[in-house]
């Protein structure tokens, strides 16, 4: 595989190292001098000095030949603007972009630029599964395909406990595809019974995340958060 | 008209001015609270009491663009000094807002035809440049004949 790599920070560089082990081709663009000038020693001719959001410089990286793109520079027009080019004019077919600020991840979704990868939402996304409350944790966002996969642990008294899984009448557009029980896994059958303690997977249609936690969550009340 | 100019730079506040002395309504967004001086300066009033608006905010906050305005803008115009700045906020203003005219600065001449053939207006003041050298440089038949 050949990757593109724009913006040899931190990320840049750690992702290039791990890439090139793999025995993939790599090219690093960095547009501040001296810090490609401090890369050049470890990666020689797989790093070049230029503005990744010009489109000559893409070029002479080999863009047309680029089977992912990865911008990861410390701007999100930047990281934007060269993935959207990757994308519609070298019609390159796997992007992945870096979020700087989590706020504007509106408006990478709006131009079509996915994955937009967050370093701030991901440590929130792992605080909010470190944190043992009766609450949901996203475990996996398909955006494009409009489901979400998330897990519940059940309450003591949840309405749900004690009940089979045929009998739940959970509502349209989401199913219960995993029960955890005592450190394993397993897929639940139509006489699974649910207990108290179990966390279940389930897939579901975005924004019924409410609905869904009344069911697991102690007397049926979703947890505040 | 409704216009929303980001950035007030040399160019922006130009256009806002000469925009405001046409009849039309202008907003201002930039981040710099200083640039309202520039759109002051050689001006009998202030700006606000010639009408103008001013507001201080980033071009990517989706905040300050709604405060500016941007929800019933008939006209767009991104002139920060930055190109992909620039380009981002046009297309949000096309995209997410709607804004039947953005236009943008893009100092870059090959992304400024490549952005114009996927639907922005692009004004490259390279590009004139370039064009008004090599005029420069060419034997001069006109000014001769004149």
New interface residues.
């Given amino acids: 595989m050949y990757a593109i790599i724009a913006g040899a920070g931190k990320v840049g560089r750690n992702l290039a190292r791990e890439l090139i082990s793999k025995d993939h081709e790599v090219t690093l663009i960095e547009s501040s001098r001296s810090c490609y000038l401090a890369c050049e020693e470890e990666f020689e001719h797989a790093v070049q000095y230029g503005d990744a959001t010009e489109l000559w410089v893409l070029e002479r990286a080999g863009i047309q030949r680029a089977d992912l793109v990865i911008a990861v520079t410390g701007d999100d027009e930047d990281n934007i603007l060269v993935c959207q080019v990757a994308k519609e004019k070298y019609l390159c077919e796997r992007v992945i972009a870096r979020v700087n600020n989590p706020r504007n991840h509106d408006h990478f979704r709006l131009l079509g630029i996915q994955p937009a990868v967050s370093a701030t939402d991901l440590i929130l996304r792992l605080i909010e599964h470190e944190v043992p409350r009766y609450g949901l944790v996203h475990l996996l966002a398909l955006e494009e395909e409009r489901l979400e996969i998330i897990e519940l642990e059940v309450a003591n008294d949840a309405p749900t406990v004690g009940e089979k899984v045929s009998d739940i009448a959970l509502p349209e557009g989401c199913l219960i595809i995993s029960v955890l029980r005592g450190g394993s896994g397993f897929v639940p059958k139509a006489d699974t019974v649910i207990e108290a303690g179990d966390e279940v997977l389930l897939v579901l249609d975005p924004g019924l995340e409410e609905a869904i936690t009344a069911y697991f969550a102690p007397n049926g009340t979703p947890a505040a958060f | 008209m409704f216009i929303l100019i980001v950035g007030a730079g040399r160019v922006g506040s130009a256009v806002a001015k000469s925009a405001l002395a046409a009849g039309h309504e202008v907003s201002v967004l930039d981040e710099d609270p200083l640039s309202h001086e520039r759109l002051d300066a050689g001006q009998s009033k202030s700006w606000e009491d010639s009408g103008g608006q001013f507001t201080v905010g980033t071009a ?3 905040d300050a663009l709604i405060q500016a305005g941007i929800e019933r803008a008939d006209a767009f115009i991104a002139s920060t000094a ?4 620039n ?2 906020i046009a ?2 203003a096309q ?2 807002f709607g804004v039947e005219k953005s236009i943008v600065r893009v100092m ?1 001449p ?2 400024a035809d ?1 952005y114009g053939e ?1 639907g922005l207006r692009t004004i490259s003041p390279t590009k004139h440049a370039i064009d008004m050298f090599e005029r420069a440089l060419a034997p001069d038949t006109e000014s001769e004949a004149a």
């Fill in positions: 990517l906050e989706t930055g190109d992909n700045t380009l981002v297309q949000i995209k997410r870059d090959a992304r490549w996927q």
